[in-house]
């Protein structure tokens, strides 16, 4: 192969008889060097990179394990803040969710907290053995936030939120009432027109009205049984075959909302709110 230098330009090449002029030779060259410079810089990038990044459980963490700890100093406020800070670094908390919420309703007074700590925990595990008991911490949370409403003229006997649900029944059938009154008014006006006498018109409209009256007495609400007094429960129960942590609390609080209360009062005996013997004695806080 032979180069040459031509008389038109000091940068064309001659090859083989043919020209190519540097620009050329720029042109053709240049992106194959840009592609294989990017090749070595990204291998060089991952040689750099660590394989992997270590992923800490949310129990294993530094701050939850000194929640727990400040929990069982009875330093509930500590507890409270060093739980809301795994909930700020980690986008799954669900246990810290669940122990906020708890203090939040039971320490703190303040269910609205509580029941978004509760949600948030459902949000991750729908599906837990923890989920039913969850959902009634829930309702315990709601039913609290009721109570703190101003003018509770029931508060002693009925909850707001049942005499709600009473308030929405007897609505219905006061509108259904009102239809049926409506329609003897109907049949009343109809007989006026064919018998024409208009001074029969209120004496059977009254009639109509009293007959309705006598069959449909109004519903009166019925006063709820007196929960048992937490302060006559007894102070140890022995589980027995099909107990449950609900099912106890239910025994001796009248409610199933208060497990929480057992299984935390029994940490050191229970692995798990699941993990009842039947015989064992439990403290009833």
């Not at 060093?82 to 908390?93: E, G, K, S």
């Not at 949370?141 to 009721?146: L, M, S």
């Not at 709600?164 to 006061?174: C, D, I, P, W």
């Amino acid at each position: 192969m032979e180069w040459a230098v031509g008389k038109s330009s000091c940068c064309d090449l001659f090859v083989a008889g043919g020209r190519i002029t540097a620009k050329r030779l720029c042109i053709m060259f240049l992106p194959r060097f840009a592609l294989v410079a990017s090749l070595f810089a990204l291998l060089l990038v991952s040689a750099c990179t660590p394989s992997g990044v270590e992923v800490v459980g949310e129990t294993d963490e530094k701050q939850y394990q000194l929640a727990k700890g400040y929990q069982g100093q009875g330093r509930t406020e500590d507890a409270l803040s060093a739980f809301l800070r795994v909930i700020d670094a980690r986008r799954d908390a669900p246990e810290s969710h669940f122990e906020a919420g708890y203090i939040y309703l039971h320490s703190m007074k303040d269910p609205v907290r509580a029941i978004y700590h509760f949600e948030r925990y459902l949000q991750f595990k729908p599906q837990a053995p923890q989920a039913t008991q969850v959902r009634q911490l829930i309702e315990t949370a709601q039913k609290e936030f009721a109570r703190q409403l101003p003018a509770q003229p029931y508060q002693g006997d009925l909850d707001r939120i049942d005499l709600m649900e009473l308030v929405k029944s007897l609505k219905v059938e006061n509108d259904s009432l009102k239809r049926d009154l409506v329609a003897a008014e109907k049949r009343v006006q109809q007989l006026e027109n064919v018998v024409g006498g208009a001074r029969r018109v209120p004496t059977a409209q009254t009639t109509v009205t009293q007959s309705l009256q006598q069959t449909r007495q109004p519903v009166q609400p019925q006063a709820t049984a007196p929960a048992p007094d937490p302060a006559s429960a007894p102070r140890s129960y022995t589980v027995q075959s099909g107990d449950s942590l609900s099912g106890i609390s239910r025994k001796v609080y009248g409610t199933p909302s208060r497990w929480i209360d057992i299984y935390q009062a029994n940490r050191d005996r229970l692995s798990s709110e699941n993990a009842l013997k039947v015989g064992q004695d439990l403290r009833i806080p």
